[in-house]
Every structure is written in structure tokens, then in C-alpha cells.
């Protein structure tokens, strides 16, 4: 039987599923290696008939999912499987074999062989294992064990890969295919970081559009440039900036003829995430924020009228703002104004909305505190901190990070907002924050970070250098009485300027994470992503 | 639809008479082209597909009919008509067409000449959600001599007074010189927002405007403003700072009172989230102060300053001319039209531009000139820094220097011209004979001008002027 199961199991059949769930054409680094796992599997098919047929055998009922030019498995087709006689198999039927541990599929890191034939032996005793009792509910039964040691198998991100010539190439294929400019990297770039862009603010997309621009929708495009010149900034803005953006495509958009609302509009989203990923990274909520919207535009029922789709959609939106956003700022007040005491000095780094506004609440609850505001360059977004604090009546006191050891003796509490929180309880935040909280643990003055829960990201990242954002190296020249020093770094061969905006702080420097789900140590982060998952 | 683009070609080239009361100005050539081919070709590069064309009945007959005036541009053109007497300014042909408009609008001058990114001014519009956004440039001095054109040009009349913040984009004070009595007054809530302010007079406008929408329903209800330029454009930039903008302003309210009832709702839910994303970005335009980005006000004008590139406004001779020499920068067509007959023996600078179905005979020598389509160009012609329009004739041994012929004119054998302008249909005839600098023919249909020795005089139409 050529069909014979395929012994490695389901890890490199997810590979094949995975690549045709995903629907586009496969490419040809796809196809070779869809060419090379049926080698491969076919070799190891005959090496494991030497040892065992009948083990074989029985592991073929749950990896009956094949590819469609091999015929079907006719052993026990569990219910998973609604024969896949036609070639694009559908994504239901894989969908209750990747149920729950089925995130985006870009994060997660490549397993190594050793790893994947160890998970394959694991699988296959307990597949023997299940065998024993009865062969009628085996199928159903071996389901469930199986799908939760599905080892799946990841690509890294695109915009992690940028040395990668062959990815690079991909990237711009596809954005011709959405009729996208793609922004040219500027500079040279410092060779840790070299697999990230970095881009120049003097050069923005908009110049390679056409002005009035058709391809992609006028909100968008203003979205795009209000990212890449700075001018939103900060996870919640940039998050409410987006959706505002999408109501506006959503209402001027109308179903083309032959065409299901619900398909056609996520198809639509898609280059103007592309645009709006070229003039800036998403951030880790924008990016939840899109999945959200994606969700709920392929619920719609078929059989809704446009109008009633387009206000069931627009006031999604406005409830996901309202609740995730302004309620969840409020819950996280609430909690945070507990912590704080009379007579407290409470330090906060850079700007950060959440971290404001807990910080004028509680003044206007008449707690007494003052606050000291740590700056850095070369965004020095704590001078906007500290306008909207004095504004407020908080006595506040400025310094620079580099007097952050002079400072901290004084302090009493560290409050520090949060870009994205990982699934490992590391805390993403601007860079410096790192260090804010290594030096307040070594003063033992405790650190709170407050985030809300739809900034929770389902990475793992425990350094700063995988994942990250360059921005602008030009943005690191100052000029002082007429001279800029930097001015010509780019001669200078020797010389690359780095301009780094994320980093990452690991748990045991963070004391607590106040979210709106209340007050949670920063290792219970993967229990509420599990939560939120079974949820939705 | 983001941006509907209006090109302004109805202007009647008030300071160029003498070359726009035969030919309109918009089909002025420039380069062997029509003076609008300039901004429909920079509309089009940019990626416009339509374009509403502002123009007289006449401009609109010769479009259609005349050969020579070829617009070879790819893009609709939508041409509106208004009478010629009717005297009427730039904004009020922004209200004649507010019909038409139904997205923010470009505003473009027929006789600009640029080579300007476009998208510079476009992105101060988007990003900064401003109201006016417009072009300016540094001004050149004009190096080449004007013909017909007694003594220098008088400077220091007519300056404009341009204000910008410190990063200078922002438009802060607006003046024209006329309108001022003694001195430039600035009031003192600009200087209380913006400290800092550059006050620049060298600067050129380019007459180009991204205005929104709400400023051509504004322009609707208050008919007292007739130039966009002269009134409109001071007006929007002190409305900035009014005490007023900070409540629902003017040209905001009669915006939302034209919006039906559910609109409103929407524009004021949109409104909620711009303001959300507003206060929870970190992001402010100015620091030193207590008050948020754009100190609150919700009108804001823009400006983008061209340090380099070409950019001119074809509104005067001098203008003209020097357009002319370096019109042929902004495309690539060869210097020499394919079609045009070039005998072996003629000498022809690089720069010079000869048009098509020209005939050049022997022995002439042509150099930075351009010369007309269908011209003729008899033997041993010297054709020096000229423009020659369409359809002249040359006879042979001709001198001419520094001088501007206008279409369909005949230069007799022999004449000697420098620095002088002759009109559309004239002719100039003597044999030997020399018409001495600043010196100004204008002619209409066929009369015939005798010219002898003159010396510093102005022939008029239809007369014969003997000589002294």
C-alpha cells in the first residue's frame, strides 16, 4: 500500500496541510520540499516495515489526512475526515486536528530533527498504547492525545529574514501581486541586526504611489504615513488609529458582483496590511486587533444583507475599542490606584498612554505621589509625559536614563508600560525599559507593568535581538550650535549607527502585571492566552 | 476618490500682453509645446487620470480643432467653460464648478512649469489632516535680457511675506505687500504658539493648492472672495489662529450643516476616535508649551518650500523666456523634431530646440534658440538666444539676438533684430535695416510696417512709422 501511513507522522504531514491550508499556489520552494518529505517519508515507510508492519498499520488512522494526488487511507476515516477526493483538501477537515494548539501559524520557531523524531517515537507508543483497549474508538481516541503533541512546525516571519535573498524575493513577489510598492532598505545596517529593515523616514512609500491613490484606500494611506513619520505613535493609538482606518474602508466598501462579502472584504484587507506593514512593523496589537476584525468578517452569515453586514461590523469595531481600550484602561486604573500610596515617588520610562492615565486618575482621586519621568534618546517621548502630568498639577521631577542609578534611592515604585507581553511572560517595551527594571531589582523597589490583555502575544522571544525594529539611524544625529556631528556616518566604514526601539525584560525583574483581569504575576501570561483562546 | 485635480486655464496673461492678444495663454508655446501640456503632463506623471479644465470658449475651440495645439496626454479631460468677460477670479471658478467636486481638490495653474514631487505637498495634506497645503519655491533671478523692456525690472514692490514655523512646513503669516500700509503686523497668539517663526520674501508660489472639501462649500456660501491666491489662501492662513477655531469653527459648521442627520452621528463617532488616537499618541508638533498638537486648532495650513528644481510661473515676458531655455530639461524628446528638415550645412547648438515640419537651410547657425513648428529658415540666418513661435519665415542673412517672434510673422531678408519683440502676423521688412534694442513690434492681421532706423520707439499697430 503506497499509501501506507506515513510513519513520521503528523509532523510532516502538517507541513503539506499546513502549506495548503494556507491556499495560495504553492511556490517552488514549497513544492520541492512537499517533493522531498514524500522521499523522505517513503524512506522511512520502508524502514519502519522492516521493524514492524503492523505498528504501521495502525498508525495510519489518525494520519489518514494524505495529500490528494496519493489516494485516500480507507482504514477508519474518522469523522475528521470528509473524503478528500478533490485536490484543495478543506480547512475544516484539519480543523479539528489543529484545534487547540493551532496559533498563528508565524511565530513559532522551527523544531529540530532530533526534537521531531523524539516527538515521533513519544507518539508512537502511545498510539500502541491506545491500540490495546479497542480498534472502534481508537480513531477518536488517538485524535486527541496526537493533536496535542502536534509538533507544529513554523516559518519564521518575513520581516525577521531580510538577509535571507530568497525571502526577500518572495516578500516582493507577493507585493507586486497586490500592486504595492516595496520600501527600499537605507543605510548600513549593524551586522547583529542585519535580518531586520530599516527604513528612512525622508523616504517614504507614498512617493512610489500614484497621488490620487487608487490601489489603496485614502484613510489607509494617511494611516501609513502617520505611522512611518512618527506622528501615531504608541501601541493604543496606533491600534485605534487602524480600526478608525478600517471603519472607513469598511463603509465605503460594496460587494462586487459574484462575490461573498465575507471572502471578498478579508482579500481586500490584505494589501493594506501589506502597505501599512511596509511603512511601519505592526505591532503586537495592531496585530490582534486584525485578527479580530478577520474573525468577525468571516462570521458573517452568507445570507446578510451588505448594509446590515457593514453596521454589524462597524459596531464590532466600536465594541472592541470600547472594551479593550477605554474599559480595560479603566479596570487597570482601578487595580493600579490600590497600589499606589500617599507620599509614594513613583518612577515612570518614556510615555506610555496606560501608565498616564492611571497616573491622573489617581491624582484626582487625591492620592499624593509625585513622579519622576526617565527620558532617553533619541525619541525622548518623556518630555510629552511629563507636559501632560504638569498639565495635570503632578509634581513631577525629569531626568535622562543615564541618571537612573542617581535617581533610584529615591524611588519607592516602578511603573512601566508594555508594548506586547509574550507567551513566555517576558515584557516587550520600548528599549531602556530593560534596563529601568534591572537596576530598580537591584535597588529592590518594585516593578509593575500594566498592559492591557489584547496586547498578549503568543511569541516567544527571550532576547531582543530576534525580533525588533530599526528605525530610522538618521534620527540619532543632533545638532548642537550649527554643527552636526554625525553628519556624513554614512563615509565613515567603519561606523553604523543602531537605532533600536523594542526590547525585552525577562519576569523574574518584573514584580507584577496589572491587566484588566486583575493583578497577575508575569509567569501567567500563557494561562490567560490559553483562556482567551478557549474563548474565542 | 482622494484628490479631484482642477487645472486654472482661464487666465488672460494680464502682464504679457503683448504676446496673449493673439494667442490665448494657456497654448502660449513653450518648448515647441502649449503652455498647459506642462501641468497635465506633471498631473498625469504623478498618476492623475482625470482632470477638470478651467478655460475660456476660444482655448476650448482651438484644443479641438487646431492641429498644431496637440495635448497628447492620456488622461480624461473634463473641460468647463466660462465667459472671458465675465472677469471672473480663480475662486470664482472654484464656486462655478462646486457642482463637480465632490472629494478635496488640487488646484493647478495652467502656466506652472515644475518638476516638484508632487507627493511632498499631497503628504502634508494626508498626514497632518490640514486644510491648505501648498507649493512654493525659491525664486530665481531672471539673467536673460528682456526684449522690449526699458531699464532693470523694478524689485521690491509686490514682495510677499511668507511666515513658517521652525520646521518649515507650517504656514504662520501670509502677507502681500500691497495689502500692508507700514509695516508687517503679526499678532501676538501666533507669536504666544509659535515662538520661533522664519519670515521668508524670496519665495516664488507656485499657484498649487490641495484644498478640502469643506473650503469649496465655504467658498459657496461666502461670494465675496474671488482669488485664491489674493484672498483665500491670507484668509485660511489667519483663520488659523482665530480666537473662534477652537469651537466648531466657520467653515466647519456650514460643512456639517449640509451632512443629513445619520452623517453627523458617523462624522461625530469618527470624530471621538480621531480624538482617542490623538491623546493617546505621544506625538505633538511643537514642545515647550502646555498644549497638545497643533495647540488644539483644527485648521491648519501647510506649506512645502522647493529648495532645487525647476519651478515657474509663465506670467510675464522674462518669465517666459527663461522658461523657454529650460523647458527642454522637463522632457526627453530630441532636441531636433524627427520631422524637421536640416540641411547639412547649419550649425545648431545643443541646447536649441527646432520644432516639427521646420525647415532650416544652409549655412544658418542656430543656438539657444527654439524655433516654432512649420518655421522657415532661409541661408545664412543667425539666430541667437530667440524664441521663434510658429509658422515664421525667415528670409536670408537675417540677424536675430535676444528676441522674441511671435507666430506666423515674416523677418524680410537682411533685417537685423535685437532684443525685440515682434508680434503675431507681422512683418518685417527692409532691406538692411536695424531695429535697434528695446524695441517692441506689435502687429495685428497682415499690416505691413516699414521699419527704418528708430531708435528707442514702440510701433504700434497698423501704422507705418518713418523714420527720423
Known amino acids: 500500500m503506497a499509501d501506507c501511513g506515513e510513519p513520521d507522522g503528523p509532523g510532516n504531514k502538517d507541513d503539506i496541510t499546513r502549506s495548503k491550508n494556507e491556499g495560495k499556489e504553492l511556490t517552488k520552494e514549497e513544492k520541492q520540499r512537499l517533493r522531498k518529505q514524500k522521499k523522505h517519508q517513503k524512506k522511512q515507510k520502508e524502514r519502519k516495515n522492516e521493524k514492524g508492519p503492523s505498528e504501521t498499520e495502525k498508525d495510519k488512522t489518525p494520519v489518514s489526512l494524505l495529500p490528494p494526488p496519493q489516494p485516500v487511507a480507507t482504514q477508519k476515516a474518522p469523522s475528521a475526515l470528509p473524503a478528500p477526493a478533490s485536490a484543495p483538501i478543506p480547512v475544516p477537515a484539519s480543523a479539528p486536528f489543529h484545534s487547540s494548539p493551532a496559533p498563528s501559524p508565524a511565530d513559532k520557531p522551527a523544531k529540530s530533527k532530533a526534537e521531531l523524531k523524539a516527538e515521533r517515537r513519544a507518539r508512537q507508543e502511545t498510539d500502541r498504547a491506545a491500540k490495546q483497549p479497542g480498534s472502534s474508538s481508537s480513531g477518536i481516541k488517538t485524535k486527541v492525545p496526537l493533536s496535542e503533541l502536534n509538533p507544529v512546525v513554523k516559518r519564521l516571519p518575513e520581516h525577521v529574514q531580510v538577509d535571507d535573498p530568497a525571502v526577500v524575493k518572495r516578500l516582493a513577489k507577493k507585493l507586486e501581486r497586490q500592486q504595492i510598492p516595496l520600501r527600499s532598505d537605507y543605510g548600513y545596517k549593524v551586522s547583529l541586526f542585519s535580518h531586520l529593515h530599516q527604513y528612512s523616514r525622508k523616504a517614504p512609500l507614498t512617493q512610489l504611489l500614484s497621488i490620487p491613490s487608487t490601489v489603496i484606500h485614502p484613510s489607509i494611506v494617511r494611516l501609513g504615513l502617520q505611522y512611518s513619520q512618527g506622528i501615531v505613535a504608541g501601541s493604543n493609538a496606533r491600534s485605534v488609529a487602524l480600526l478608525h482606518a478600517f471603519k472607513q474602508v469598511i463603509r465605503d466598501y460594496t460587494t462586487p458582483p459574484n462575490e461573498e462579502l465575507s471572502r471578498d472584504l478579508v482579500n481586500k484587507l490584505k494589501p493594506y496590511i501589506s502597505f501599512l506593514n511596509q511603512c511601519r512593523p505592526l505591532s503586537a496589537s495592531m496585530g490582534n486587533a486584525i485578527k479580530y476584525i478577520k474573525k468577525e468578517i468571516s462570521n458573517i452569515p452568507s445570507q446578510c444583507k451588505e448594509e446590515e453586514a457593514k453596521t454589524k461590523l462597524l459596531t464590532c469595531i466600536d465594541r472592541y475599542i470600547e472594551e479593550k481600550i477605554v474599559l480595560a484602561a479603566k479596570a487597570i486604573s482601578k487595580y493600579a490606584i490600590e497600589k499606589i500610596s500617599d507620599g509614594d515617588v513613583i518612577l515612570v520610562y518614556g510615555y506610555s498612554s496606560l501608565v498616564n492615565n492611571i497616573l491622573c486618575e489617581a491624582f484626582e482621586k487625591s492620592r499624593k505621589f509625585r513622579v519622576i519621568v526617565v527620558d532617553s534618546r533619541p525619541r525622548l517621548e518623556g518630555r510629552e509625559a511629563l507636559r501632560r502630568l504638569v498639565q495635570r498639577g503632578i509634581s513631577c521631577t525629569y531626568v535622562l536614563i543615564s541618571a537612573l542609578s542617581y535617581i533610584l534611592p529615591e524611588v519607592s515604585k516602578v511603573f512601566l508600560g508594555a508594548h506586547a507581553l509574550l507567551a513566555n511572560g517576558y515584557v516587550m517595551s520600548r528599549v531602556g525599559t530593560s534596563q529601568i527594571a534591572l537596576v530598580a531589582r537591584t535597588y529592590n523597589v518594585p516593578v509593575l507593568v500594566c498592559c492591557e490583555t489584547y496586547k498578549f502575544c503568543e511569541r516567544v522571544q527571550t532576547d531582543s535581538f530576534v525580533s525588533n525594529e530599526l528605525d530610522d539611524p538618521d534620527d540619532l544625529m543632533v545638532t548642537r550650535k550649527g554643527k552636526t556631528q554625525l553628519e556624513n556616518w554614512q563615509d565613515v566604514s567603519s561606523l553604523g549607527l543602531l537605532n533600536l526601539v523594542y526590547d525585552v525584560t525577562p519576569p523574574d525583574f518584573v514584580d507584577l502585571v496589572i491587566t484588566d483581569l486583575g493583578m497577575i504575576p508575569c509567569t501567567s501570561v500563557p494561562v490567560v492566552l490559553r483562556v482567551k483562546n478557549l474563548d474565542q | ?468
Not at chain 2, 125 to 136: K, Q
Not at chain 2, 316 to 330: C, F, G, Q, V
Not at chain 2, 398 to 414: E, F, H, T
Open chain 2, 1 to 468: 476618490m482622494e484628490l479631484q485635480a482642477v487645472l486654472m486655464a482661464a487666465g488672460g496673461g494680464s502682464r504679457m500682453m503683448d504676446l496673449t492678444y493673439n494667442t490665448p495663454k494657456p497654448l502660449l508655446p513653450v518648448g515647441n509645446k502649449p503652455l498647459i501640456w506642462y501641468p497635465l503632463n506633471l498631473l498625469e506623471r504623478v498618476g492623475f487620470e482625470e482632470v477638470i479644465v478651467i478655460t475660456t470658449k476660444e482655448v476650448q475651440k482651438m484644443i479641438s480643432t487646431d492641429p498644431k495645439v496637440k495635448l497628447d496626454v492620456k488622461m480624461k479631460l473634463d473641460l468647463v467653460c466660462i465667459q472671458e468677460d465675465a472677469d471672473m477670479g480663480t475662486a470664482d471658478a472654484l464656486r462655478h464648478i462646486q457642482q463637480k467636486v465632490k472629494t478635496d481638490v488640487l488646484v493647478v495653474s495652467c502656466d506652472l512649469i515644475t518638476d516638484a514631487a508632487l507627493h511632498e505637498v499631497v503628504d502634508l495634506f494626508r498626514a497632518h489632516n490640514a486644510t491648505l497645503s501648498m507649493l512654493m519655491s525659491k525664486a530665481h533671478e531672471f539673467t536673460e535680457t528682456v526684449p522690449g523692456q526699458k531699464g532693470k525690472k523694478k524689485t521690491g514692490e509686490q514682495r510677499d511675506f511668507v511666515g513658517v514655523d521652525g520646521t518649515g512646513k507650517r504656514l504662520l503669516f501670509m502677507a502681500n505687500e500691497a495689502d500692508l500700509d507700514e509695516g508687517v503686523v503679526i499678532r501676538k497668539s501666533i507669536m504666544r504658539k509659535h515662538p520661533r517663526m522664519h519670515i521668508k520674501t524670496g519665495l516664488v508660489d507656485a499657484h498649487l493648492y490641495c484644498l478640502k472639501k469643506s473650503v469649496v462649500d465655504f467658498l459657496a456660501d461666502n461670494k465675496s472672495i474671488s482669488s485664491i491666491r489674493g484672498e483665500l489662501v491670507p484668509y485660511l492662513v489667519r483663520k488659523q489662529f482665530s480666537k473662534s477655531t477652537n469651537s466648531p469653527k466657520v467653515i466647519d459648521e456650514t460643512h456639517q450643516n449640509l451632512k443629513k442627520n445619520d452623517k453627523i452621528q458617523i462624522s461625530s463617532r469618527d470624530e471621538e476616535l480621531l480624538h482617542l488616537t490623538q491623546e493617546r499618541s505621544c506625538w505633538n508638533d511643537h514642545r515647550g508649551d502646555m498644549s497638545d498638537a497643533y495647540h488644539g486648532g483644527r485648521l491648519r495650513c501647510y506649506v512645502h518650500i522647493m529648495d532645487e528644481g525647476i519651478c515657474y510661473r509663465v506670467n510675464t515676458l522674462a518669465a517666459y523666456i527663461e522658461a523657454n531655455r529650460l523647458a527642454p530639461k522637463l522632457f526627453d524628446e530630441p532636441a531636433v523634431h524627427p520631422s524637421a528638415v536640416v540641411s547639412e550645412r547649419c550649425l545648431i547648438g545643443a541646447d536649441s530646440i527646432i520644432g516639427a515640419s521646420c525647415q532650416i537651410s544652409d549655412k544658418t547657425s542656430i543656438k539657444r534658440s527654439t524655433i516654432g513648428v512649420s518655421t522657415t529658415v532661409r541661408e545664412k540666418v543667425k539666430v541667437t538666444n530667440s524664441i521663434i513661435m510658429h509658422g515664421v519665415t525667415i528670409e536670408e542673412g537675417c540677424n536675430i539676438q535676444g528676441s522674441v517672434i511671435c507666430s506666423n510673422a515674416v523677418i524680410g531678408r537682411g533685417a537685423d533684430i535685437k532684443y525685440c519683440l515682434v508680434g503675431s502676423h507681422s512683418t518685417a521688412r527692409e532691406h538692411n535695416s536695424k531695429i535697434a534694442p528695446e524695441k517692441r513690434l506689435t502687429e495685428c492681421h497682415r499690416a505691413e510696417v516699414n521699419i527704418t532706423y528708430h531708435y528707442k520707439s514702440i510701433t504700434y499697430n497698423n501704422c507705418h512709422k518713418v523714420s527720423k
